[in-house]
């Protein structure tokens, strides 16, 4: 499905933590009115949850 109107376009997004590559050509468009959700394992050095 083709985004004729993109609102976030990232393209060939790369993020090392030293020479642990953990993202590797990362592309993601989200279109307007798109909801997207990431997720992942809890980070202990982030800031906690807002709802509780």
């Not at 060939?12 to 009115?33: A, E, F, P």
């Amino acid at each position: 499905m083709a985004v004729v109107d993109p609102l976030i376009e990232l393209r060939d997004v790369n993020k090392h933590y030293g020479t642990l590559h953990v993202l590797q050509s990362i592309d993601l468009t989200v279109g307007r009115g798109e909801v997207v959700v990431i997720i992942g394992p809890p980070d202990p050095a982030s800031p906690p949850s807002a709802a509780r």
